[in-house]
C-alpha cells in the first residue's frame, strides 16, 4: 500500500522549513559571473541520438551558481498543507525515473523570435518526478502555479534579479515526465548544467528548466521576476491582431537536416538524406522539398522516444546538378514549421552531385 504523504516525509526524516531564504546559504559564490553562452556545434556534428554533455549547448544568464551540496536543501512551500525542505540525500532516496528528452532554447529574450539558432540536443536526464514531491507536500485547491528558483543572482542585459524565478502551471508540473533532476547521461549534473539539482520539463523551451534549484512554490498566480514578464514572453503567432503576448512555455515544431552537410559535394546519386524533427507533442511528418516547395515528398519519420527528437530519413535518386533542400515538420495537432520568417521556419541546405 502507498505510504501517506506526510508518512513518507516523517520516514525521510525531511525536516521542516528553514527560516525565509536560509535554503540560498548553498551557494558559496557566483562563478563565473555573467552572460554565459556556450553554442552548439552545427547541425551536421549532432548526428547521435543521445547528445553527450560536452555537444549540449549551455545557456546562463547572470553566472554560474557554486553549490555547496551538503549545504543544499530544496525548500518546497507556499499554498501547501505541509510545507518542508529535503537534503540531496533525502531527494535521493525518493522514487526515481529516467526521460529522453530533446533540450532546446528559445534563443535570446532580447530579439525578436525571427532566426534559427539550432540551439538543441537530446539527453537522458534522471530524477524524482516533481508530482512525487508536490504531492507529498499536500497542494491547496487554490494553488494552480509551481514557481521555481534558482541560486543564482546578478545582473542581465541590465536588469538585476536576486535569484533566477521561473513559473509552471500546475497540471504541466503535475505530468508524470517533468523532474526534479540530478543527473544527465548518467552523469550528475556540471556546475554548468545546474549541479546539484535543476528542473527538466521536457517538451518545454530550455528556460523553464530552473538550475541550481532550490525552492518550489505553490501559488495561485504567475511569478511576477524578471524572467516571467520582462523576458521570456512573446507575441502569440497565432494572434491575428498580433499583439497578445504568450509566455514562453512550450517548444513549437522544428527541424534540422543533419545530412548532406552544407556544400557538400556528393559523387554517388542516391542522396540519404537525414535529420531530426522535434515539438512539445510528436511529430507525425516530415516533408522534404528541392524545388523551394512546389512539390513535397515525404520522408520517413520514427517514433519518439518519451520526448526525445525524432530522426527522419529519405532517399533520393538525383541526377547531377545543385541542390537547395528544405525539410518541413508537422506535429500531431497539425502544427507545421513556417517557411520564413520565425525562429522554427525550415532549415534550408545547399549541396552538390556530381
Ligand atoms: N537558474 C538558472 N536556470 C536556468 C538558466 C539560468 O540562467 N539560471 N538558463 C535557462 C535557459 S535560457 C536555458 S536554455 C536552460 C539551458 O540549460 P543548459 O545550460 O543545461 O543547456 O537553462 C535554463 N535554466
Ligand atoms: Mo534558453
Redesign the pocket.
Known sequence: MAMQPSAELDELGACTLPDTGRERDACLEINPDGFFIRHPPSPPLLSEFITAEDQ???????GAAVVDAGKWMLVVDGLVRRPFALSLPQLLRLPRKSVTAF?E??GSPLKPPTEAVW?IGNVTWTGVPLAHILSMACPLPEARYVWSE?L?RGSFFGVEADR?QKDLPLDTANSPEVLVAFEMNGEPLTK???APVRLVVPGW???N????LCRLTLEDRRAAGPYTTTFYNEIDPADPSGKRKRPVWKAEVNSMIVRPTPDEVLSDHDVGVRGWAWCHEPVVEVQVTLDQGITWLPAEVETRVDVSWQMWRAELHLPAGSYTLMAQAKSSSGAEQPLTGRRNHVHTVQFQVI
Open positions: 549540449l549547448f549551455q545557456t546562463i544568464h547572470m533540450h532554447c528559445y540551439r534558482g543564482d533566477y554548468e548544467r545546474g523551451f530550455g528556460t528548466m530552473t538550475k541550481w
